[in-house]
């Protein structure tokens, strides 16, 4: 696989762009997905990119057992889980992180500007959020706060994906 480079996108613009760069595959990020992520839902994505493209794309945000199969109807490789595992036995995580994303409590939020839109874990501190509300109202550079709080776990990029996991596991 060292002959192969694939690259996380968000719009078809940026696959097209990846494949005339030379890319041999794109990971297609729809809104559904923790961390960085599309302004368009998975499955529009994904409807968008079919025929568009000649190397292979893969998607992820908003997968499980019952769209995992639809995802490759609509011409996606394949498909990337990830929240989806974290409650797995397998799982790098302790079980006291396992339990902060079990139940019916979870929940994510999306913050940004309109142009770049981020998913984390659902409540966020009150300090988090006001901080980035000043920062982005202020028009200063709201990422790096943002990567300062992810740096420090005080966010967590979390997918919708996270409520499938307790199903998998």
């Known amino acids: 696989y060292a002959d192969r480079l694939v690259i996380e996108v968000l719009t078809v613009a940026e696959a097209k762009s990846a494949e005339s760069a030379g890319f041999t595959g794109v990971l297609a990020r729809g809104f559904e997905s923790g961390g960085r992520v599309s302004l368009e839902s998975t499955f529009s994505l994904l409807q ?5 493209l000649s190397i292979p794309y893969w998607s992820q945000g908003g997968l499980g057992p019952d769209t995992a199969a639809a995802a490759l109807l609509a ?3 394949g498909v990337v889980l990830a929240e989806q595992t974290w ?9 006291a992180e396992q339990d902060r994303f079990k139940g019916k409590s979870v929940d994510t939020i999306t913050l940004g500007d309109g142009r770049t839109t981020y998913r984390f874990l659902s409540p ?23 990567a300062e709080y992810v740096a420090q776990g005080r966010l967590i990029a979390v997918g919708q994906d996270i409520s499938l996991a307790e199903r998998l596991a």
């Not at 968008?48 to 568009?52: D, I, K, N, T, V």
């Open 48 to 52: 968008r990119l079919s025929g568009e």
């Open 75 to 77: 011409g996606a490789a």
């Open 87 to 95: 409650l797995a036995a397998e799982s790098p995580f302790t079980k």
């Open 124 to 146: 966020i501190d009150e300090e988090v959020r006001t901080t980035l509300d000043r920062v982005s109202a202020s028009h200063s550079n709201w990422k790096n706060r943002l």
